[in-house]
């Protein structure tokens, strides 16, 4: 009978840190350490701006489509990248993307509030009572279902133009 090695510990190389909206200052030392450490940043450009200066750091601004970036991830993995992405990374955000490509095994992650949570928590209203969609890269038509009267929804939107 062969055995197959299996790593006895996680060796993660893809650390995946949501910045709050307090910026960079919000992030747990740990996180911090961790971009500043990594060999290459890749982000949104408000993101990358907030980030100081560091030498021989590789730094990529997240393309349209955003999966366009997963070959430059691929092709670089085991060294130490960090992906930055807003609040909760797993809430209508970067990280299920990067998890249909990625095994967990490779990933470290560092999340912070959600925008819903940041919402919802100005508005007094209960998360669990609260219907959260996105219209970001989706049609507005799916909220049909959830518009009634007395409805609670946050709706993630790409920017101010969006309805």
Do not use: K, Y
Not at 101 to 108: I, K, L, N, Q
Not at 133 to 159: N, Q
């Amino acid at each position: 009978m062969t055995s197959v090695a299996r790593p006895t510990a996680r060796t993660p190389w893809l650390n995946i840190v949501g910045v709050g909206a307090d910026g960079l200052s919000g992030l747990a030392p740990e996180a911090r350490e961790t971009v500043a450490r990594a060999a290459m940043v890749i982000g949104g450009a408000r993101h990358l701006e907030m980030l100081p200066e560091q030498p021989d750091q590789e730094r990529l601004v997240w393309p349209s489509p955003l999966e366009t970036a997963l070959d430059w991830i691929e092709a670089r993995a085991g060294q130490p990248l960090c992906v930055l992405a807003s609040g909760d990374p797993f809430w209508f955000g970067v990280g299920a993307t990067l998890m249909r490509r990625f095994p967990v095994e490779a990933t470290r992650v560092f999340p912070a509030p959600s925008a819903f949570s940041l919402a919802a928590a100005h508005m007094g209203w209960p998360l669990q009572q609260t219907r959260c969609l996105s219209v970001h890269g989706r049609p507005m038509a799916a909220l049909r279902p959830w518009l009634h009267d007395g409805a609670r929804l946050l709706i993630l939107s790409r920017d101010g133009e969006t309805p």
